[in-house]
Structures are given as C-alpha cells and as structure tokens.
C-alpha cells in the first residue's frame, strides 16, 4: 500500500507508527490519540480498504478517486472531507502544474491522499511535530497545516506570473513585434490559478465560522485567520494579473494595428511617388511621340504628296514638330505633371 507515513500522535507528541491500517486505529482509539496517514497515489482497492477502515463516506471516497475535482469543503457526518488544488509554476515553460490532495479530517484521524509532488507535506508533517502545542489541537491543526502549506506554495506562482508579466510589458513596447500568442497563454494560465485559488476563500471562511462555533484554540483560529489572509492577497494578484494580460492583450492589438497603419501609409507614399513618376515618364514620353507622328508621315515615301514639293514644307514640318510638342509641354506643366 503507498502509504507515505503511518502514526498515532498523543498530545502532540509521535507515540507509535503501527505496522497496519488495523492496528493505527485500534491504538488511536485505545490511547485517545490522533492517527494522521498520508497515502500517495493509492489505486482504487487501496483507498476503499482505508474507507472500510475508517468508515468514510462513498461519495468522498469516490470524489477522491476520480480527482479533477475543484477546491471544496463538504461534512458527511463528523468527517470534514477537503479537496485542495496546490500548485507549482514551470518558469521555463510558462505554465502553472495543478496537483491535488484529499483530506479526511475526522475527530481521532487526518488521511491525506495526494496525487502529485504537490504539497509537501512531508514538511507539514515536521513543523507540525517540532510544535507540538499545535499538533496536540488535533486533527483540525492538521487540516490548517495544509491549508497553510498550500496557500504558501502559492507565492512563488505569484512571484513567477508577476516576472513573466512585467517581461510582456517590456517586450510590448520595445520594438515592433506580435505577443499575443504569449499573453495569451499566459491568460489561460492566470485564469486556471484563479479558478484553483478562488474557491479558498469561501472554504475558510466556513470553517473559521466553524471554528467560533466550536470555540476551537484561540491560536488556531487565528493561524486559519492568517491563511485567509494570504488566499485573499494570492486571490486579488491573480485577478491583477488577469487584468494586467487583458489590457496588454488589448495594448498589443492597438500597437499591432498602428504598425499594420504606419507600413499603410509607408505604401501609399511610395505608390503615390511611383505615380508621380509614371506620369512625369508619360509625359516626357508622349512629347517625345508628338515629333514621331509627324515624321512617320513623311516617311511613308508615296510618290503623290503635294508637301514634299513645297518649298516652305520643311521649315512648316519642324515649326509644328515644336508646337506641338510644346503644347503638350505646357499642357502637362499645367497639370503638374512636369
């Protein structure tokens, strides 16, 4: 069986690591002790046989074996089941990586059932034991242990979204250049944080409700409060964050379509320059064609043309090669063509 850690606690000292799921709460029952079992990635027959053990409920049971469950707290009897997203961020890759943990709190026990490297808890388990007036507040301690590990586990995502946002706010401005594609994943990311972080803070608000109720350890109450506190600043980040990608997402559009606007205007000055050259090329042209007209004419050699025999036929021929091309001379200045 993946079971990670096995033992009893008595006033929150470690009293006895049972070799068996039997014997752990048999010995939790007779001492009046709290048993706390971490199991990593049981199968299905693993975790049923902890349910029959402990008498959990069905639905928690199989919640916990489906997993891609989001973060909740629901009570079957006087078993609080716990369903935690913890995470860690790939800074390399750009991408959040969900775990997730299932926790049984019942009044003698705590079964912790995670499914990723994601929260350590074996850290939780060595702070809790290296301040035993906490652990010996029994299994509700626990639960805010990893509660507090997972909220904490949270902050180096924040550090790291708020690196990768502050690099797209450079790059959106230091040159031309499309970043939507990265935003965009980015968003996806911060919106996957949210929906993982968000779902805390109704959950501990219940349960420091809960807690009053029940006039639990002063401390402990204000530990919880302390967690809700950080939730709700890792709540108010993300949804910076979703913000921040939104209108960079919108920034980039704009200064996208200013560069598609600029390189516009770039073409139409140059087509507009080319056309003031077709038609200064035109122009010349069509005056240098005029003179060609008329000398085609005369060049057609027909032995019956009455000019070739006038004597003011030549000094005519070239008077209106001249005028007519500078008529058309004038006439193309005129326009600005020239």
């Known amino acids: 069986m993946p079971i990670v850690d096995n033992a009893v606690y008595k006033d929150g000292v470690r009293l006895t690591e ?9 010995t939790a029952r007779a001492h009046d002790a709290m048993a706390w079992i971490g199991l990593y990635r049981p199968s299905e027959d693993e ?12 639905l928690a049971v199989e919640d916990a074996l489906l997993g891609h469950q989001r973060s909740k707290l629901e009570k079957y009897g006087d078993v609080i089941f716990v369903v935690l997203r913890p995470a860690r961020y790939l800074d390399a890759e750009e991408k959040v990586e969900f775990g997730e943990v299932h926790l049984f709190i019942g009044p003698t026990f705590v079964i912790t059932v995670r499914h990723a490297e994601s929260p350590d808890l074996a850290a939780v388990r060595s702070r809790m034991e290296h301040t035993p007036e906490l652990l010996r507040l029994g299994p509700l301690a626990v639960l805010y242990g990893v509660l507090d590990q997972v909220v904490d586990e949270y902050e180096p995502i924040v550090a790291g979204l ?15 250049g499309d970043s939507a594609r990265r935003i965009y994943e980015l968003l996806r990311e911060v919106i996957a944080f949210q929906r993982a972080v ?10 420091d409700e809960g807690f009053q109720k029940q006039e639990i350890d002063v401390e402990l109450r204000r530990n919880l409060r302390d967690v809700q506190d950080h939730a709700l600043r890792v709540a108010e980040r993300a949804d910076a964050f979703r913000q921040l990608l939104q209108n960079a997402l919108t920034t980039n559009s704009t200064l996208v379509g200013e560069q598609q606007n600029a390189e516009m205007r770039r073409l139409s000055e140059v087509s507009l320059q080319q056309g003031e050259q077709v038609k200064r090329i035109s122009s010349w042209a069509a005056i240098l064609f005029a003179p ?11 032995q019956n043309m009455p000019e070739l025999a006038w004597t003011a036929g030549y000094p005519f021929a070239l008077g209106l090669m001249v005028l007519l091309s500078g008529g058309l001379y004038l006439a193309f200045r005129r326009r600005g063509w020239l």
């Open 162 to 176: 708020m690196n990768d946002i502050d690099e797209i706010e450079d790059q959106l401005f230091s040159g031309p």
């Open 198 to 207: 968000s779902p805390l803070l109704p959950m501990l608000r219940s349960l």
């Open 47 to 58: 975790l049923r046989a902890v349910a029959e053990e402990f008498d959990l409920h069905g």
């Open 292 to 302: 060609s007209i008329i000398t085609g004419v005369y060049g057609m050699n027909f």
């Open 18 to 26: 049972p070799p068996s799921l039997a014997e752990t709460f048999e």
